[in-house]
């Protein structure tokens, strides 16, 4: 990885691929060869540099003609209204750059906690990882974990340090804590000169005189030789070092190229956006040590009917299995589906088949459609350059289809499939919203499934017992984003107070009279029933009886009289919510020969259970959900004791496999409505958390 040799191709690359807002002229980077792909996510907490560093490296090979500003609203990445707003990224996004002969598919990705789903969308579309940690800034708990994950399915990894020539900058402190948070294998390729002039690569030294001298520059030499040694498969290389043979560096070099390659070495740049330090030796990085899509295994797949299938290779010519990594609604190209192709190509014209699988639950019903692929393009940022096809590895950007969401797989009509989606969040704050008038409501209705089809880490519920429409989402930040989406489409709504669905119930025996009697000529109605209710234990729902001796109501009536008691269940006998939980038996009534029908015993068995409300105690029930919590150690005793802060009961805790450990609880929904913000309040950003509905109990005075 020469940075002479890198830095000559930069300058000589740039086939300008162009970003909408500064007008750069130039024409789409389209791949013919998967070796010659490299799709890299840059991750990272907030404001970290990401954004910036892309700007960087776009300007670096020519494909932009200046970088641009994020106060501004001008950089390649955040061209969301949204992100613009917050000056933060709050979506995944893709910019081409051309190194030598080699594409890169620079993916970046939000930062923030909120938006871990498009950040799990952007890991999902790459071969690769760039954590880029500031040199003037700690290392937030959120990244430490994601690291962890990262490591989990051993995917390639490499630190950059930014913002090198910020006054607070530490270059060595940042190492340290580098290898605190992530290992000992984090290592450091290249050290900053005196000034930050420039870089000194660690393996090649210098010999440059008028370079101000590196102190340390020997012993991290030795400190990356002995790393490589460690991860080589040459068994010989320790004992001749040891020996104090001279190590060939192109030997060295490969074996590190290897090592990174294959995720268990991982080195470090120091670099700055705005003076352009170490950007060659980053991209050098980018081309000959991060894997291409040849060295990582494809996603499984599997046959419509859920039956598994042969593992696919990143082979251009081979059967086309593609996915949706995330979807966009442009105002002129209608929806825009971000693609990574993983086998086969996409070519433009063709007849495709569209899938979607296991987000149901989300709002996101099962579909398939045959669809045609009519435009095709290179995606850098929001601007769109049409190209022909996307070979195996590559990523390209679709209009115009009508079904496709965000996790869909893109198949042959002729022979379609299924791609194993990735984990997606699951979002856990509730946001009660609805339209300011009728007519807005009609267009939240339209607007809601589109915003809902671009971001799977948005469920829409609406609720049978309120009758609200709860979007539930991954916390504030995020909502806001939901929000302005659906008024930027001209609607307008307005948030609400989540209002948490209770249920009512008897909470001692009583009795009533249902008398329905209206005659007043002709063809009237007459119902008369009494009624014993009693309480039922929780969660034994209703129970009706038949007591009726003589006759005194017929048979057909008697359904009728628990089709009323039943209904008015429903609506409520004191705050308006569910009664469950009891016990109703009839024991006598009166009919008429005439007037008496099914209508009118439903409405006197309404008036029965109601006037038996009236008699008795009545208990408000709130429901109670089973919560885990999964937190690092040292938050242990915080989590426990917010918690019972929140009415929460807990239940136990248990390892959780090395990684902290998972609190059980029982807690009211009520206490947490807010908690998915709270809880990384208190973790900072460290913890999460899971629930299920679990029962309804009595609700405190």
Same mark, same amino acid.
């Given at each position: 990885?020469?940075?002479?040799?890198?830095?000559?191709?930069?300058?000589?690359?740039?086939?300008?691929?162009?970003?909408?807002?500064?007008?750069?002229?130039?024409?789409?980077?389209?791949?013919?060869?998967?070796?010659?792909?490299?799709?890299?996510?840059?991750?990272?907490?907030?404001?970290?540099?990401?954004?910036?560093?892309?700007?960087?490296?776009?300007?670096?090979?020519?494909?932009?003609?200046?970088?641009?500003?994020?106060?501004?609203?001008?950089?390649?990445?955040?061209?969301?209204?949204?992100?613009?707003?917050?000056?933060?990224?709050?979506?995944?996004?893709?910019?081409?750059?051309?190194?030598?002969?080699?594409?890169?598919?620079?993916?970046?990705?939000?930062?923030?906690?909120?938006?871990?789903?498009?950040?799990?969308?952007?890991?999902?579309?790459?071969?690769?990882?760039?954590?880029?940690?500031?040199?003037?800034?700690?290392?937030?708990?959120?990244?430490?974990?994601?690291?962890?994950?990262?490591?989990?399915?051993?995917?390639?990894?490499?630190?950059?340090?930014?913002?090198?020539?910020?006054?607070?900058?530490?270059?060595?402190?940042?190492?340290?804590?580098?290898?605190?948070?992530?290992? &000992?294998? %984090?290592?450091?390729?290249?050290? *900053?000169?005196? +000034?930050?002039?420039? @870089? =000194?690569? $660690?393996?090649? #030294? !210098?010999?440059?005189?008028?370079?101000?001298?590196?102190?340390?520059?020997?012993?991290?030499?030795?400190?990356?030789?002995?790393?490589?040694?460690?991860?080589?498969?040459?068994?010989?290389?320790?004992?001749?070092?040891?020996?104090?043979?001279?190590?060939?560096?192109?030997?060295?070099?490969?074996?590190?190229?290897?090592?990174?390659?294959?995720?268990?070495?991982?080195?470090?740049?120091?670099?700055?956006?705005?003076?352009?330090?170490?950007?060659?030796?980053?991209?050098?990085?980018?081309?000959?040590?991060?894997?291409?899509?040849?060295?990582?295994?494809?996603?499984?797949?599997?046959?419509?009917?859920?039956?598994?299938?042969?593992?696919?290779?990143?082979?251009?010519?081979?059967?086309?299995?593609? &996915?949706? %990594?995330?979807?966009?609604?442009? *105002?002129?190209? +209608?929806?825009?589906? @971000? =693609?990574? $192709?993983?086998? #086969? !190509?996409?070519?433009?014209?063709?007849?495709?088949?569209?899938?979607?699988?296991?987000?149901?639950?989300?709002?996101?019903?099962?579909?398939?459609?045959?669809?045609?692929?009519?435009?095709?393009?290179?995606?850098?940022?929001?601007?769109?350059?049409?190209?022909?096809?996307?070979?195996?590895?590559?990523?390209?950007?679709?209009?115009?289809?009508?079904?496709?969401?965000?996790?869909?797989?893109?198949?042959?009509?002729?022979?379609?499939?299924?791609?194993?989606?990735?984990?997606?969040?699951?979002?856990?704050?509730?946001?009660?919203?609805?339209?300011?008038?009728?007519?807005?409501?009609?267009?939240?209705?339209?607007?809601?499934?589109?915003?809902?089809?671009?971001?799977?880490?948005?469920?829409?519920?609406?609720?049978?017992?309120?009758?609200?429409?709860?979007?539930?989402?991954?916390?504030?930040?995020?909502?806001?984003?939901?929000?302005?989406?659906?008024?930027?489409?001209?609607?307008?709504?307005?948030?609400?107070?989540?209002?948490?669905?209770?249920?009512?119930?008897?909470?001692?025996?009583?009795?009533?009279?249902?008398?329905?009697?209206?005659?007043?000529?002709?063809?009237?109605?007459?119902?008369?029933?009494?009624?014993?209710?009693?309480?039922?234990?929780?969660?034994?729902?209703?129970?009706?009886?038949?007591?009726?001796?003589?006759?005194?109501?017929?048979?057909?009536?008697?359904?009728?009289?628990?089709?009323?008691?039943?209904?008015?269940?429903?609506?409520?006998?004191?705050?308006?919510?569910?009664?469950?939980?009891?016990?109703?038996?009839?024991?006598?009534?009166?009919?008429?020969?005439?007037?008496?029908?099914?209508?009118?015993?439903?409405?006197?068995?309404?008036?029965?259970?109601?006037?038996?409300?009236?008699?008795?105690?009545?208990?408000?029930?709130?429901?109670?959900?089973?919560?885990?919590?999964?937190?690092?150690?040292?938050?242990?005793?915080?989590?426990?004791?917010?918690?019972?802060?929140?009415?929460?009961?807990?239940?136990?805790?248990?390892?959780?496999?090395?990684?902290?450990?998972?609190?059980?609880?029982?807690?009211?929904?009520?206490?947490?409505?807010?908690?998915?913000?709270?809880?990384?309040?208190?973790?900072?950003?460290?913890?999460?958390?899971?629930?299920?509905?679990?029962?309804?109990?009595?609700?405190?005075?």
């Amino acid at each position: 990885m020469s940075a002479k040799g890198t830095r000559e191709t930069a300058k000589g690359s740039g086939t300008g691929t162009p970003e909408a807002k500064r007008s750069d002229s130039g024409s789409a980077l389209a791949a013919s060869d998967p070796a010659r792909i490299r799709n890299v996510a840059l991750v990272g907490h907030s404001a970290a540099g990401k954004s910036m560093l892309v700007e960087a490296l776009l300007a670096a090979t020519g494909a932009i003609s200046r970088m641009g500003s994020i106060s501004e609203g001008t950089t390649v990445s955040d061209s969301d209204p949204s992100a613009i707003h917050q000056q933060r990224s709050v979506t995944m996004s893709v910019a081409p750059i051309l190194v030598g002969d080699v594409k890169v598919n620079l993916i970046d990705t939000p930062g923030y906690t909120d938006f871990t789903g498009e950040l799990r969308a952007g890991l999902r579309a790459a071969d690769a990882a760039l954590f880029v940690v500031s040199a003037v800034d700690g290392i937030d708990g959120a990244t430490i974990a994601l690291w962890g994950e990262c490591e989990k399915v051993r995917m390639p990894r490499a630190v950059v340090l930014s913002k090198l020539d910020h006054p607070r900058a530490d270059f060595s402190a940042a190492v340290v804590r580098c290898q605190e948070a992530f290992g &000992e294998s %984090v290592l450091p390729l290249y050290l *900053p000169a005196s +000034g930050n002039a420039r @870089l =000194v690569g $660690v393996l090649e #030294g !210098t010999d440059d005189q008028d370079l101000p001298p590196v102190a340390d520059v020997e012993e991290a030499r030795g400190t990356l030789i002995e790393g490589i040694i460690a991860e080589s498969e040459d068994e010989t290389l320790m004992d001749r070092y040891l020996g104090g043979e001279e190590l060939p560096l192109m030997d060295l070099i490969k074996d590190l190229e290897t090592a990174v390659a294959r995720g268990s070495f991982f080195p470090v740049i120091p670099t700055s956006a705005e003076t352009g330090l170490g950007l060659p030796e980053l991209m050098a990085l980018l081309t000959d040590a991060l894997p291409s899509p040849l060295e990582r295994i494809t996603p499984a797949v599997m046959k419509l009917d859920g039956s598994s299938l042969k593992a696919l290779e990143c082979d251009p010519t081979g059967r086309l299995a593609a &996915e949706v %990594v995330r979807t966009t609604v442009d *105002p002129f190209l +209608g929806r825009v589906c @971000l =693609v990574r $192709v993983f086998s #086969g !190509t996409l070519r433009e014209d063709s007849s495709i088949h569209v899938g979607g699988r296991g987000l149901a639950d989300r709002g996101h019903d099962d579909h398939d459609a045959d669809e045609r692929v009519t435009h095709l393009y290179s995606p850098v940022g929001s601007s769109l350059k049409a190209v022909p096809q996307c070979i195996a590895g590559d990523i390209c950007a679709i209009s115009k289809l009508a079904s496709a969401e965000t996790g869909d797989t893109v198949s042959d009509r002729e022979a379609p499939l299924l791609i194993e989606t990735w984990n997606m969040p699951e979002p856990l704050m509730p946001i009660a919203i609805e339209g300011a008038s009728r007519s807005d409501e009609d267009a939240l209705a339209k607007s809601i499934g589109k915003v809902a089809a671009a971001d799977p880490t948005l469920r829409l519920e609406r609720n049978q017992d309120t009758h609200q429409l709860i979007l539930w989402c991954m916390g504030e930040a995020h909502a806001e984003v939901v929000l302005d989406r659906l008024r930027n489409q001209g609607v307008k709504l307005q948030t609400v107070d989540v209002i948490t669905p209770l249920r009512e119930t008897f909470a001692s025996k009583a009795v009533g009279h249902g008398r329905h009697v209206k005659q007043s000529g002709g063809h009237g109605q007459f119902a008369i029933c009494d009624i014993e209710v009693e309480p039922l234990g929780r969660g034994e729902g209703f129970a009706f009886n038949d007591k009726i001796v003589g006759g005194a109501i017929p048979g057909t009536f008697v359904t009728s009289v628990e089709k009323g008691v039943r209904s008015q269940m429903l609506k409520g006998v004191s705050a308006g919510f569910p009664v469950v939980d009891i016990k109703v038996t009839l024991v006598g009534g009166k009919t008429h020969s005439v007037d008496s029908s099914d209508a009118a015993f439903q409405a006197a068995g309404a008036l029965a259970l109601r006037e038996a409300a009236a008699a008795a105690k009545i208990q408000l029930l709130e429901p109670v959900s089973s919560v885990v919590v999964s937190v690092p150690d040292d938050y242990v005793g915080a989590v426990m004791s917010d918690l019972s802060g929140r009415r929460g009961r807990v239940t136990g805790t248990t390892a959780a496999d090395g990684e902290g450990t998972e609190i059980s609880a029982e807690v009211p929904d009520q206490e947490l409505l807010r908690y998915a913000i709270e809880l990384r309040a208190l973790t900072a950003g460290t913890g999460r958390f899971r629930r299920s509905y679990l029962r309804h109990e009595p609700l405190p005075k």
